[in-house]
């Protein structure tokens, strides 16, 4: 982990976005809760890549390998879990990719300077 001084707090948010997109993945799908169109894949997109990046922001890059496989396996069980456990939405394979898609895109941010966002924001509270 990195030698950030919030560091247990920004593991505890991280997980919290990760419960967050369970609920939000598991909620009746279709026109009751998204607004028509391919929605869908382009939610999917930004919740990975958003909990892609802020893991990328709390973990060493020798250790982005891992966050990739956490996040792929997170979106294949969520996927697995839409089918097996509701009724009004499906396990889809394009869901799947939409994940894996996001998950790239925050990797590659990220690498672009990105992965200091949490040591950016600490820098804006003050040191006791």
């Keep these: 982990m990195r030698d950030l ?8 948010g991280g997980f919290g976005l ?3 997109m369970v609920v939000a993945l598991l909620l009746p799908g279709g026109g009751q809760v998204l607004p028509p169109g ?3 894949k382009a939610a999917h997109i930004i919740g990975f890549f ?6 990328a922001g ?3 890059r020798s250790r982005w390998w891992q966050v990739a496989v956490g ?4 979106g294949a069980i969520t996927e697995l879990a839409q089918g097996l456990l509701t009724r009004s939405r499906s396990a889809d394979p394009i869901d799947f990719v ?3 898609g996001g998950v790239l895109l925050a990797l590659a941010v990220a690498r672009l300077g990105f992965e200091h966002w949490a040591r950016w924001l600490e820098r ?3 040191r006791s």
């Design 71 to 74: 996040m792929m396996a997170f």
């Design 38 to 40: 391919n929605f869908d």
């Design 58 to 60: 709390v973990y060493e």
């Design 124 to 126: 804006l509270v003050p």
């Design 50 to 55: 958003g909990a892609t990046l802020w893991f």
């Design 98 to 100: 939409a994940d894996a």
């Design 5 to 12: 001084r919030f560091a247990q707090l920004w593991r505890v």
């Design 18 to 20: 990760l419960v967050f």
